[in-house]
């Protein structure tokens, strides 16, 4: 694939090095000259220096035919104004822009951005798990692109009611599904109707996210 990556900081350099590292054509846009100089002497000839939201610097840099063009500049604005030209006027097969701010998530999600990658809210997501591993509660995973449905998980303990009752008894609020149940050993099933829950089961679920409570009182 060729891959156009607007930003040459740590994290477009990153994704550089591993990209071409998995075969992939890769050019990399950064404003300072220098910093292109560095990728440039590292990985072989693969950075343009010049501004990513510029059109003649899209241009050079074969936008037209990228297949993925991934904005991960250190400002939300430029993300934006890169993947809207790159999905609109290149016409780029997918778009993936980094959030620095959290707050401008739903700004991005508003302008179709399907694919987002918020380093903060990644790390807010793992410290939120950690802390609930030993509170049996439910965890939200993630929020599923471009919807308001949410992946969590909820570790169902020992004493918990619904322990011995089959997916089918569950009291499992509208538009919710069980994807997955992982059991002791890492044993993983689909579970069905007639799926019975054990103790410490960690159940993964797709609900809506105004449903997140009622799901937390179903599985405990």
């Not at 990153?14 to 990985?43: F, K, P, Q, Y």
């Not at 992946?151 to 538009?175: D, I, K, M, N, W």
């Not at 002791?184 to 089961?201: M, Q, V």
């Amino acid at each position: 694939m060729y891959i156009v990556i607007v930003g040459g900081g740590k994290v477009g350099r990153g994704a550089a090095r591993d990209l071409i590292g998995m075969g992939h054509e890769v050019c990399v846009i950064e404003r300072e000259a220098d910093t292109a100089w560095s990728i440039n002497h590292e990985l072989g000839e693969v950075a343009l220096v010049g501004d990513g939201t510029e059109v003649h610097v899209q241009q050079a840099a074969g936008m037209n035919r990228a297949d993925v063009v991934v904005a991960c500049t250190g400002r939300d604005q430029a993300n934006l104004a890169v993947g809207q030209t790159a999905a609109t006027r290149f016409g780029a097969g997918k778009v993936i822009a980094r959030i620095n701010d959290p707050r401008n998530e739903s700004i991005f999600r508003a302008l179709g951005f399907d694919n987002t990658v918020s380093a903060t809210t990644s790390i807010v997501n793992a410290i939120e798990l950690e802390v609930n591993k030993g509170l049996q509660s439910l965890t939200r995973l993630t929020q599923l692109a471009s919807s308001s449905f949410m992946l969590s998980q909820q570790r169902v303990a020992e004493q918990s009611s619904v322990v011995g009752c089959t997916v089918r008894e569950l009291r499992l609020p509208p538009s919710t599904l069980l994807v997955l149940v992982v059991r002791e050993g890492d044993d993983a099933l689909i579970p069905g109707p007639n799926t019975t829950i054990h103790a410490s089961d960690l159940v993964i679920a797709v609900t809506h996210v105004q449903h997140e409570a009622a799901l937390r009182a179903a599985l405990t």
